[in-house]
């Protein structure tokens, strides 16, 4: 009986090994990522790719283990979630008021050390930010949070 048990569980293993998520893979500038709206300079360009741009982009780099089901499925559930709370590939399609509470949003989680997060970074050790790439992606995020603020007010003129 336990033998049969076995036989049956390592089957739906190999079986699910064949039913791959979709992968999140558009690789080259997107038309409404935010360096097309806002400013985004070399420094914090290198933040963004390594700590945040796999799970808030339209191009995520997969590691060998989403090739494993269901940690896949995981992974794409995960980055999907990532991408619907910000997406900087589709930023620029925002409406001003929603990328300046975004950039808010990225700072106040950047600074608590809420992002990116420990789940991610305890594999991606490169995505572990020092305390000077912290204050770089906080600052330019409230520089882009009042540009995007201005943007809302209406024009006194």
């Given amino acids: 009986m336990g033998k049969r048990i076995l036989l049956i569980i390592a089957a ?77 590939d589709e930023f620029a399609g925002y409406t001003h008021r929603r990328q300046s509470k975004k950039m808010k949003e990225a700072a106040e989680q950047v600074e608590k050390g809420e992002m990116p997060l420990d789940s991610y970074t305890w594999i991606h050790k490169d995505a572990v930010l020092t305390a000077q790439e912290r204050s770089t992606l906080i600052a330019w995020a409230h520089d882009v949070q009042r540009l995007a603020a201005d943007s809302t007010k209406p024009d006194t003129d």
């Avoid at 790719?49 to 992974?75: F, M």
């Fill in 12 to 88: 739906i293993l190999v079986i699910i090994q064949f039913i791959r998520p979709e992968r999140n893979l558009h690789p080259g500038t997107q038309t409404a990522s935010i360096g097309r709206a806002y400013p985004v300079p070399a420094p914090v360009q290198g933040i963004l790719e390594k700590a945040c741009y796999d799970c808030h982009s339209n191009n995520t780099r997969y590691p060998w283990y989403s090739n494993i089901q269901p940690v896949g499925w995981w992974l794409e559930r995960h980055v999907n979630e990532g991408k619907r709370g910000l997406n900087f």
